[in-house]
Nanobody
């Protein structure tokens, strides 16, 4: 069982930056692929970014590529999402998700159904 707690959301002006953090419980964090999803009001949950269990592979949604960076610190059981050049359309609740434990390398998932554990979410609001 893994528990995920997101933090770092808030209100920011367009063009600004935020860094989201997701703290994970458990001693096997390094065997989980991690991802960020987001959900805006009235819209489906959408993929943002994912990172492999050792951090050597990442994948991004086209809408955030070049602006957002996902990273992880396995010693701290934490995954991060650095968000730069924020736009009003980035406004959403951001969720951290975990897929694992993995015993062999897997392609990074971009579908929410591929992830087993979810945090409660953190609100990001970008004003124009």
């Amino acid at each position: 069982q893994m528990q995920l707690v997101e933090s770092g959301g808030g209100l920011v002006q367009a063009g600004g930056s935020l860094r989201l953090s997701c703290a994970a419980s458990g001693r096997t964090f390094s065997t989980y692929a991690m991802a960020w999803f987001r959900q805006a009001p009235g819209k489906e949950r959408e993929f943002v970014a994912a990172i492999s269990w050792v951090g050597s592979s990442t994948v991004y949604a086209d809408s955030v590529k070049g602006r957002f960076t996902i990273s992880r610190d396995n010693a701290k059981n934490t995954v991060y999402l650095q968000m730069n050049s924020l736009k009003p359309e980035d406004t959403a609740v951001y969720y951290c998700a975990a897929d694992g434990p993995l015993t062999t390398p897997q392609p990074l998932g971009i579908m929410w159904r591929q992830y087993d554990y979810w945090g409660q979410g953190t609100q990001v609001t970008v004003s124009s």
